[in-house]
Every structure is written in C-alpha cells, then in structure tokens.
T-cell receptor, first 112, second 115 residues
Framework: SQQGEEDPQALSIQEGENATMNCSYK?????LQWYRQNSGRGLVHLIL?????REKHSGRLRVTLDTSKKSSSLLITASRAADTASYFC????????????FGPGTSLSVIP | EAGVAQSPRYKIIEKRQSVAFWCNPI?????LYWYQQILGQGPKLLIQ????????DSQLPKDRFSAERLKGVDSTLKIQPAKLEDSAVYLC?????????????FGPGTRLTVL
C-alpha cells in the first residue's frame, strides 16, 4: 500500500490564485518530498522537508509538515499557467532507509 | 550537467513479447532506481541499485521482470514475457548516494504499450 495520499485528486484554479495540496501518510518518516510531473515528462524534485522541520520555503512554494497529524501541505502562491502539472508527495519511512514511496498525486490545472 | 537518459521513449509490443529499457544515470550517482507508473497513479518502485548491487527489489515481479546494472553505471530493465497490465511509463531515476537527504533525478521515461 502507498505511504502517501494526496488530497485533492484534482484542482483547477485561475492564474494568480494560490493552490494548496495536502498529503497524509501512515508511518513515521525521515523526510517528505514533493515532486512535480508535467504531462509526458519525468518527475522534478521541488522541495524536501525533514521530520524535525515544520515549514520550508522555496520561491513561490511553501511546505508545512505536521508529524503529529502525519500530514504535509504544499502551497503554490500566485500560480501561473506553467504550474499546470501533477504533484506528488513522497515519503521516506524510518523503517525503510532510503526507500521513497510516492502517493497517487494531485492534478493541478491553472487556467490563464 | 547532463540529466538521466532513457531509451527508447516509446515502445509498442504485443503480449508475450519481450522488451528492454535502458537507463544512463547522472555521472557519479551511485544509486539508481526503476519505477513503474501506471496512468493516473504515482510511481511504484520496482528495483533500487547501490552501485551494481541490489538494495531493494521487493516489488519487482521476478517471474517476468529482470534488471541489471553492470559496472555500476548503466542499467537495463527487461520484461519477458509482457502482459497487458505492464502497459505503463517506466521511469529511471538516480541519486548521489543513499541517505536521508536524497533528491532523485528522473529521466523522461519510456512509455510502454502492450497490445
């Protein structure tokens, strides 16, 4: 079974709005990563947050991690049409060193 | 810096045929991964190499799938014989090393269609 589960499965917003995606997981983790996948392409690493971190920023991206609730969120501010993609959270569990398990993803559409 | 290279990009075969995919990781990356991504799902790890040794192949269907990484660089993934449910994108990724901070770099993938 997959470790991470993203919510919502699909999200459609207007350009300039903020997009928030959530990820829930089941077991204790070492870190959680977010990846983006454009249609027909490979995945691109966006950001990694360690289990002892609560918030991290990278450009227009903001990631939070709540280990007590076993959940993370990815916020994309001031979205652009180019942000249209699928977004996946991936967790590395404490019990499976270096093994990263991906969730099913959130499909984001940003309408110009 | 060159990225992860994969070939072919697309492959169409009939069921029961054999197929092989090739991956060239980023130079110096010791860890190499093969993932299967079925349409609408997240990538599923098939096998993970550290140099030329297998770290994890627990989700590799070993009755039909095989993979090797000779000399700890390039890798090939083979399916023999293929089934309809093997239709998917096969992604190769590499990372510098094992460890908690482990950004993976992905290739463009090979889209396999089994008819």
């Amino acid at each position: 079974s997959q470790q991470g589960e993203e919510d919502p499965q699909a999200l459609s917003i207007q350009e300039g709005e903020n997009a928030t995606m959530n990820c829930s997981y089941k077991t204790s983790i070492n870190n959680l990563q977010w990846y983006r996948q454009n249609s027909g392409r490979g995945l691109v690493h966006l950001i990694l947050i360690r289990s002892n971190e609560r918030e991290k920023h990278s450009g227009r991206l903001r990631v939070t991690l709540d280990t007590s609730k076993k959940s993370s969120s990815l916020l994309i501010t001031a979205s652009r049409a180019a942000d249209t993609a699928s977004y996946f959270c991936a967790t590395e569990s404490k019990t499976s060193y270096d093994k990263v398990i991906f969730g099913p993803g959130t499909s984001l559409s940003v309408i110009p | 810096e060159a990225g992860v290279a994969q070939s072919p990009r697309y492959k169409i075969i009939e069921k029961r045929q054999s197929v092989a995919f090739w991956c060239n990781p980023i130079s110096g990356h010791a860890t190499l991964y093969w993932y299967q991504q079925i349409l609408g799902q997240g990538p599923k790890l098939l096998i993970q190499f550290q140099n030329n040794g297998v770290v994890d192949d627990s989700q590799l269907p070993k009755d039909r799938f095989s993979a090797e990484r000779l000399k700890g660089v390039d890798s090939t993934l083979k399916i023999q014989p293929a089934k309809l449910e093997d239709s998917a994108v096969y992604l190769c990724a590499s990372s510098l090393r094992l460890g908690a901070y482990n950004e993976q770099f992905f290739g463009p993938g090979t889209r396999l269609t089994v008819l």
